[in-house]
């Protein structure tokens, strides 16, 4: 990625938080980058895609961080424990941080849906091949690791918007409380009895 493009998306990035996406136009991103509107008009054809960049953006992080889980030494079951978690707190930190990004996250959340559509199909790969993995190694019976690996996903996603308000009990002191306990539920209701 050239560093003018990465330079817009930062940029982008920062406006969309302070002010919020509807407040932005794509002059504001012109002048804050010091760029002009033709530049920018090079790498992104509306406000639409350049959102799309941002999101994209603070995704990327996220799916290393995923796939750092998914590569570790740890036996099948705790690495689905870390990936849950690591998840969980990834995707916090990034709505967070983002200031005015959260409220659009919770108010316009089939926008923020829409650009994690190949997030989410990579993310389905990396849970099934850890499934996989754990299969073959005798730590889990699956009968089915894809079906098992979009519910797990699934799962994780409809766990985002009360773990980020924290709004469950427990969901705010991370690795105990109840995100603890779905954690455990989510993935050890997967282990092979002995």
């Not at 019976?141 to 469950?168: F, M, N, Q, S, W």
Request: a positive charge.
């Amino acid at each position: 990625m050239s560093k003018t493009r990465e330079k817009l998306i930062e940029v982008a990035r920062q406006l969309f938080a302070r002010a919020g996406v509807e407040n932005t136009t794509m002059n504001d991103i012109a002048v804050f980058s010091k760029k002009g509107r033709r530049t920018l008009y090079t790498y992104f054809k509306s406000k639409k895609e350049i959102y799309h960049a941002v999101i994209e953006s603070e995704l990327t992080p996220l799916y290393k961080s995923l796939q750092a889980v998914a590569t570790s030494n740890l036996p099948e079951d705790e690495k689905l424990l870390e990936f849950i978690y690591v998840r969980l707190d990834a995707i916090k930190e990034v709505v967070t941080r983002n200031g005015t990004l959260r409220a659009n996250f919770f108010r316009d959340i089939w926008r923020v849906e829409t650009v994690r559509k190949d997030f989410d199909v990579r993310e389905i790969e990396i849970i099934k091949n850890i499934l996989d993995n754990g299969v073959r190694k005798g730590i889990f019976e699956i009968r089915d690791t894809d079906i098992t690996a979009e519910i797990l996903h699934y799962a994780c996603k409809g766990l985002e918007v009360p773990y980020i308000r924290g709004t469950l009990i427990g969901f705010a002191h991370g690795k105990d409380g109840s995100l603890n306990a779905v954690v455990e539920l989510l993935s050890k209701g997967l282990k092979k009895r002995p």
